[in-house]
């Protein structure tokens, strides 16, 4: 059996916490033969909430489960931390402008990136669920100089495994027959689900739907998903939202399928146009650990304007915090 890792949740006593903690304690993110040692963040008052999922964890006898932290101190939480999934967030109040979300936000983001600068692992890996979570992800990465901007990510795998599942169902073909789905951009309602690279049994998606529903359908419905999912169930997603995490921490440690992709939010390089200075959605392979952007594919006047606008979102979320970054 290998040694322990540490896995730090915030955010732990929440509805997303609630759905992830257990899987990864059952070894569905980074394998079945890879003991976790889990540290949980809340904050104070959320802390009794947290004793009771504590509690359940034990009550699960997992095998993989070799430990556990609680505590209300981030430099507690992100002590050693091998992979940090920042879930806990401020949501949007009622009257709250975009701009104070983000600043509530940075508040949050800021001591934490702080804290992970000081405490993680040099080769920490950090998916940000926490909304708006690719401005989250870059409060933290500015926040955390010593540590490689590329540690830290957002997450847009729940944006892309929608579009797989919307696809799969309107060409009557099962999810896992679908390989190359991307998202860029901003996990926001800016975000670009791009058909264009997708493959479906081997053949090109777009020779198998129509612009009108590409562009009428299909791309309202992933951008506007979450909302859908919040007027139907009366809270917002969770259970997928975990499932995604999972699987982007999973690509991300233990690599992807030979001949497919998947979507992060990473730090831009630059690559495919879209300024360096945000965090955007960008088609990637994982090998060892490391994730590397899909270069080379073929960007038309509809995706480029898309791109565009997806990213200049972003650049002015960058503009409203940036107040926020370590000096
Ligand atoms: P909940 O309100 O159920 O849980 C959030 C938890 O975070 C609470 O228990 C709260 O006490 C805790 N928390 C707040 N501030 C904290 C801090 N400074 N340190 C540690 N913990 C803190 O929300 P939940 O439904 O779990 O959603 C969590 C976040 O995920 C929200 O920001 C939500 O918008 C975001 N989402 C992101 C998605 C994505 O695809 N990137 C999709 C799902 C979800 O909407």
Same mark, same amino acid.
């Given at each position: ?19 992830? &903690? ?24 959320? &802390? ?13 006898a ?19 931390a ?26 949050i ?6 804290? &992970? ?28 100089p ?11 795998r ?15 073909k ?46 309202p ?14 809270a917002s ?9 999972i699987?982007?921490?999973r ?27 945000v965090?955007y ?38 503009s ?8």
């Amino acid at each position: 059996m290998k040694a322990p890792v540490r896995v730090a949740v915030t955010g732990a006593a929440g509805q997303i916490g609630y759905a992830l &903690l257990f899987r990864i304690a059952a070894g569905d993110m980074l394998g079945k033969d890879q003991p976790v040692i889990l540290h949980l963040l809340e904050i104070t008052p959320a &802390l009794d909430a947290l004793k009771g999922v504590v509690m359940e964890l034990n009550d699960c006898a997992f095998p993989l489960l070799a430990d556990i932290v609680a505590t209300d101190d981030a430099n507690v939480a992100f002590k050693d931390a091998d992979y940090a999934l920042l879930v806990g967030a401020r949501p949007r109040g009622a009257g709250m402008e975009r701009k104070d979300l983000l600043e509530a936000n940075g508040k949050i983001f800021g001591p934490q990136g702080k804290a &992970l600068n000081d405490h993680a692992k040099r080769d920490v890996k950090v998916l940000v669920v926490g909304n708006p979570a690719n401005t989250n992800a870059l409060i933290a990465q500015q926040n955390a100089p010593d540590l490689d901007p590329k540690c830290f990510t957002a997450m847009v795998r729940l944006d892309h495994n929608r579009a797989m599942s919307q696809l799969a169902e309107k060409t009557g073909k099962h999810n896992t027959d679908i390989k190359k789905m991307i998202i860029w951009g901003n996990h926001s309602s800016t975000q670009y689900p791009d058909l264009h690279h997708v493959t479906v049994d081997g053949k090109n998606a777009m020779e198998l739907v129509d612009q009108a529903w590409y562009e009428g359908e299909f791309i309202p419905t992933v951008q506007q998903r979450g909302a859908a999912i919040i007027k139907a169930r009366g809270a917002s997603s969770a259970a997928s939202a975990a499932s995604a995490a999972i699987d982007h921490m999973r690509s991300w440690a233990l690599g992807t399928d030979e001949g497919d992709w998947v979507s992060m939010g990473i730090p831009s390089d630059g690559s495919y146009g879209i300024e360096p200075g945000v965090i955007y959605g960008y088609p990637v392979t994982c090998k060892d650990g490391k994730y590397e952007i899909v270069q080379g594919l073929e960007i038309n006047d509809f995706s480029r304007a898309r791109m565009d606008a997806t990213a200049k979102e972003l650049h002015e979320e960058r503009s409203a915090v940036e107040g926020l970054f370590a000096k």
